[in-house]
C-alpha cells in the first residue's frame, strides 16, 4: 500500500528496473547520544577527505595558491572552450527534440501522478535555488562590460585579438553595441544554462520516480553500467558530482559575499575586503543553518518565495523609476537579438573573439554544469507528477523568460545611464559595486541597495541549504530522509571552502575551481544524456 506523500512509490503505470539493490545498503549508520549519521561509506569517506585536504592545503599555501589557480583557469578555458560550448549545445538541441517528440508524454512519478506544488512554488524554488547570486551579482556588470567592451571594438597586438567584445563588436555604434551586449548577456543566461538543469533533473526524476532507483546521480547510468552502478563506477560518478556541486556552490558563495560586503560598504561604510566577506560567509552559513534544521517546505521553499517578492518588487521599482519606455521596448528587441546573433554566439568553432569566449562563455558553461547535480536534484525533488514535456517546457523557457526580463531592466538601466545621461559611476565601479551604483543614480537608492543587500544574502542562504540536502542525499546512498547533523555538516564545509577560496586567490580561485569540477561533470552529464533517453524510452506514455 502506497504511504501518504511518499515520492519514491509510483501512481499509475511506470516500467520499474528491476534490482536487488536497497537504498542505503552500503551505509555506515551510527548512533551518539541524540545525533545520528547514515552515511554511504565510500562516497562520503573519500569526497569528506579530498574536501578537507583542499582546505588545509589553500590555507597552508596561500600565496602559492593564488598563481596556481590563475593558471589553472586559463589553461581549461583556453584549451576547453569548443568542448563546452559543444555541449551545451547538445543539451539544448536534445530539450527541444524531447519536447516535441512522443516522449514528452511521459509523466514523472507514473501515469497518475499529481504534482507536489503549485507552479508559483516550484518556480520559486527552482529560480531561487538555480540564478539567484549569479543574477544579482551579473545583472548590471555583465551587460554593462559587454556593452563596453563592443563598443571599443577589436584590439589587436602583434596580430593576436586581444580584446573581451562579443563577435566582432559594434566599435563606435553605441545602438548596435547595446543590442550585441544585450544578445551575449542572454545567451549566458537563457535556454543554454537552463537546458544543462533540464537534462540532470529530468534524469534524476526518471530513475528515481518512475524506474525506483535511489536518488543520486548513479542510478542515471544503470542503463549503460547495470548492477555495476553499485560499485566503484557508481561511487567515482558520485563523488564527482559531491565536487562539482561543492566548488560550484563556493563560487557562487564567494561572488555573494562579495557583493554583500560591496553593498554593505556602500550603505552603511563597513569596510571592505577579505576580513569582511569572511565574516559574511561564516555568519550567513550560521542563517544556512537554521534553514537546514527546519527543512524543505519550512526553510527553502519559505526563504525562495520570500526572495521571489523582494525581487520583484526591486525589479519592478526600477522599471517603474528607471527609463521604462527604453526597458519595455527593449525587452522585446534583446529577444530578437538573442536568436539573431545566438548561431554566432554558439558556434564552438573557427572563433576569432577567443577573449568572450574563454574568458566567459567557457567559464560560464562550467560553472552551470558544475551546479548541475544541484541544481538538477533540486528541481528533480520539486517536480513530481509533471509530464516531461510541461517539465522541459516550465525549466526551460518560464526561467529564461525572467533572466531576459532582469537583464533587460537591470542592464539596459546600466546602459542607458551611460549613452543617454552620461553617467559613469557605475562603469567606472568594481564589479561587486556596479549594482550598488546603478541604484544610487535613481530615487531611493538607500531602500533598494538595502532590499538587493538582502536579496543577495536570502539567496546566499537558499543556495547553501538546498546544496547541503543534496550533497547529503549523494553521500547518503541516495536516501532522501537523512539525519540532519550530515546536512549541518556539508553546510559547514561549504562556508570553509569559499573561506579558503577566498584567501587562496578570490575570485580567479572560485572560477578556477568552478571550471576544474565543471569539466570532468561535463562528460558524465553527456553520458547521463544518453542514458536518460534510453530510460524515456522504455516508460508508459
Known sequence: MKEKNDPMIPDGEVNPIDTDYQVGQDNIVVNVGPFGLDIHNRVFAVSGVMIIAFVVLTLLFQAEAEPFFGNIRTWLTGNLDGFFMGAANIFVILCLALVVSPLGRVRLGGTE???????????????????????????????????????????????????????????????????????????????????????????????????????TIRSVFYPILGERVWGWPGHIIDILAILATLFGLATSLGLGA????????????????????????????????????????????????????????LVFFVLVVGPTIAILTGFFDNIVSYFRYLPQLANPVGREDTGFANGWTAFYWAWWISWSPFVGMFIARVSRGRTVREFIISVLLVPSVACVFWMTVFGGTAIQQVVADGYQTAV????????????????????????????????????????????????????????????????????????????GGGLIALQAMAVSTGFPFTIVLLIAAFSMVKGLMSEPR
Open 428 to 503: 567606472n565601479a568594481e564589479l561587486p559595486l556596479q549594482l550598488f551604483a546603478v541604484l544610487n543614480g535613481l530615487p531611493l537608492a538607500s531602500i533598494t541597495s538595502f532590499i538587493a543587500i538582502v536579496l543577495v544574502i536570502v539567496f546566499f542562504v537558499t543556495s547553501s541549504d538546498s546544496g547541503s540536502l543534496v550533497i547529503d542525499v549523494i553521500s547518503a546512498g541516495g536516501k532522501v530522509e537523512a539525519p540532519t547533523p550530515q546536512r549541518v555538516f556539508w553546510c559547514v564545509f561549504e562556508g570553509l571552502v569559499a573561506v579558503s577560496l577566498i584567501l
Open 258 to 313: 562579495s557583493q554583500a560586503a560591496s553593498g554593505l560598504h556602500s550603505v552603511f561604510g563597513l569596510p571592505l575586503g577579505e576580513t569582511t566577506e569572511i565574516l559574511l560567509v561564516l555568519g550567513i552559513t550560521g542563517l544556512a543553518l537554521f534553514s537546514v534544521v527546519a527543512g524543505l517546505d519550512a526553510g527553502v521553499k519559505k526563504l525562495s518565495e520570500i526572495n521571489m517578492i523582494l525581487a520583484v518588487l
Open 113 to 215: 501522478a499529481k504534482p507536489d506544488y503549485s507552479y508559483l512554488g516550484w518556480f520559486s524554488m527552482l529560480f531561487a535555488a538555480g540564478m539567484g547570486i549569479g543574477l544579482m551579482y551579473y545583472g548590471v556588470s555583465e551587460p554593462l562590460g559587454h556593452f563596453g567592451t563592443a563598443f571599443a571594438g577589436p584590439t589587436f597586438e602583434n596580430g593576436v585579438r586581444t580584446d573581451y567584445a562579443p563577435l566582432a563588436g559594434a566599435a563606435g555604434d553605441a545602438a548596435a553595441a547595446q543590442k550585441l551586449a544585450m544578445a551575449a548577456t542572454i545567451y549566458h543566461w537563457a535556454l543554454h544554462p537552463w537546458a544543462i538543469y533540464a537534462i540532470m533533473a529530468l534524469g534524476l526524476a526518471l530513475f528515481s520516480f518512475n524506474k525506483g532507483l535511489p536518488l
